[in-house]
């Protein structure tokens, strides 16, 4: 099923359902639907971009993870529709791929399409892709594959993602090349970015109340400030991401790279938080 929609999905109608609507309990029997959501002539408002561009560090032009955040409310609209089979409140952001095929003009018109990709049984739980799309065209510009956890004990595990072996942990002793810090207020300000209002990126008490020590930074905000610091004067075709773990406000996050590779720590926490890989 293809839906057209002619303007960025509206946040309350879309939380309202993903609070107030029933899903079936997941089973092996589970399946990803042919679910997607259709957007035509979409433009870059450049006061969305700049607000993107100085929260994330970037010099200037359109960086390789913002059309994430235009894409942002067409998959929460894709996670409220009814056909679709995961409830969203508890899912884990596992892992992005991203690819730039061709540089992205923000004074050019685009098509933009979220839709379902495979699903797949793992020791952990559900997991399963949202493919995006962006084109100019008819020629498809940029792609993401996104990768979500819904956890679970099911009597059923299917093969790996080729995806989830794409990263590699440096060494914990490994000098950080930069840093940064992550300021409180920075889920609020990120919110208003990408429209994803998860409280435990906006509030301290809900991000307690899912088991966390405070609020935490959006993932996308993360490693797009850390790519940005990292390689400030690369051009990025190839971004893929894992995350590990919280990036935690109001605590500095150390940058690690080893040539096209990059972890991030958090504070005192020596193990990475996000895994990067990047071309």
Known sequence: MQIEVSESPGLFSCYQKLLFSKR???????VMPELCLSWQNVQVDKNHLQQFNEL????????????????????????????????????LHLRNR?????EIDPNQNFHLKVYC????????????????????????????????????????????????????????????????????????RYAKVCRDYNPIHISNIAAMLFGYKRSIAHGMWAIAKAVNLAYPSKEIKKLDVAFKGPVFSKRTAAIVTSENTLNLRCGNNPRPVILANLE
């Open 117 to 188: 990709g495979s699903g797949r049984f793992r020791p952990q739980g559900f997991e399963f892709d949202i493919q995006t799309e962006l084109s100019v065209d008819s020629e498809v510009t940029w792609t993401c594959k996104s990768t979500f956890l819904k956890k679970g004990n099911f009597e059923k595990e299917d093969v790996v993602d080729p995806d989830e072996e794409l990263f590699t942990k440096l060494d914990s002793i490994a000098e950080p090349s930069s840093s940064f810090f992550v300021p409180a207020n920075i889920g609020k």
């Open 98 to 102: 991203i690819t730039q095929v061709k």
């Open 56 to 91: 994330c560090s970037v010099d200037n032009g359109v960086f390789i993870t913002y059309p994430y955040t235009i894409a942002g409310p067409l998959m929460l609209a894709l996670f409220a529709h009814r056909d679709f089979p995961v409830k969203a409140a508890g899912l």
């Open 24 to 30: 079936p309990p997941i089973t092996c029997k589970t």
